[in-house]
């Protein structure tokens, strides 16, 4: 019985450590877009300065 527990809370720590990659993996993704999102609305901002207005 003892043996099993230990399993069990083995298993119950790789679950909890494979849950905190998963949440890390998608903030990052996140994170990813955002900083892609902003990037390009600066270089929107900033080719609309520099053209000649027509």
């Known amino acids: 019985m003892d043996g099993q527990l230990e399993v069990f809370e083995h ?31 600066e270089a929107l901002l900033m080719a609309g300065q520099t053209l000649p207005r027509i």
């Open 11 to 41: 298993i119950y720590e790789m679950s909890a450590q494979r849950m905190g990659e998963y949440r890390a993996a998608r903030q990052e993704g996140i994170l990813e877009w955002v900083i892609i999102v902003l990037l390009a609305a």
